[in-house]
């Protein structure tokens, strides 16, 4: 079946140190690829996609490159801020019809100052 | 309306009692999705809608888990006979759906069952 890898946290940065959150999946074909945020009290948020392999997503500072080679999406970040502080979901998705998002079990982030 | 609106925001519920939640999706949104949010868990899909029909219940954790969408808008997910591991906090989403085209979910701000 599909499913979504991603790095256990909770990961806890010092404000302006470079992010990593790993994310690894498998899927049968090729899914589109998510990241999702929930900041705290807050409901989840569309972060970042990539439709195909190689398209890079990005938005508020914040990469991820669809690896078809590697089943990867890693999502970085070079310079983080307190605001930063969520939890991070990677997620699969199918563009045939109305397909579910797949997620993987999410990351916390803290970002001290 | 502007976004997708669940209700209740909390529930607290005495274990063996039957609680019902309440989904709006966003106006003209085919797709409707929920989801289970544990503690410490990441998301597990329940149920999906397209319209008023439901092709995938295949996430609905056990018989006591219901679902039914009316008009092609508002959802119910019904929890009977409510244990302690229901807890969680409940997510639903809409989605617009035309053809092959892929458009984003979009999530409400969960319904939270405790059950003690």
């Keep these: 079946g599909n499913s979504v890898t991603q790095m256990e946290g909770p990961v806890t940065l010092s404000e302006e140190a470079f992010l990593t959150i790993n994310c690894t999946y498998t899927a049968t074909g090729y899914p589109s690829l998510f990241w999702y945020v929930q900041y705290p009290g807050e409901g989840l948020q569309l972060l970042l996609k990539a439709t195909k392999a190689d398209d890079k997503g990005s938005n508020k500072g914040f990469e991820a490159t669809y690896r078809k080679e590697t089943t990867s999406f890693h999502l970085e970040k070079g310079s983080v801020q307190v605001s930063d502080s969520a939890v991070y979901f990677c997620a699969l998705r199918f563009i045939q019809g109305a397909q579910k998002l797949v997620f993987g079990q999410g990351t916390r982030l803290t970002i001290n100052p | 309306g502007a976004g997708v609106s669940q209700s209740p925001s909390n529930k607290v519920t005495e274990k063996g009692k039957d609680v019902e939640l309440r989904c709006d999706p966003i106006s003209g949104h085919t797709a409707l999705y929920w989801y289970r949010q544990s503690l410490g868990q990441g998301l597990e899909f329940l149920i ?67 059950v003690v």
């Design chain 2, 48 to 114: 999906y809608f397209q319209g008023n029909s439901a092709p995938d219940k295949s996430g609905l954790p056990s018989d006591r888990f219901s679902a039914e969408r009316t008009g092609g808008s508002v959802s119910t997910l019904t929890i009977q006979r409510t244990q302690q591991e229901d807890s969680a906090v409940y997510l639903c989403a809409s989605s617009l759906v035309l053809g092959r085209n892929l458009y984003g979910y979009t999530f409400g701000s969960g319904t939270r069952l405790t």
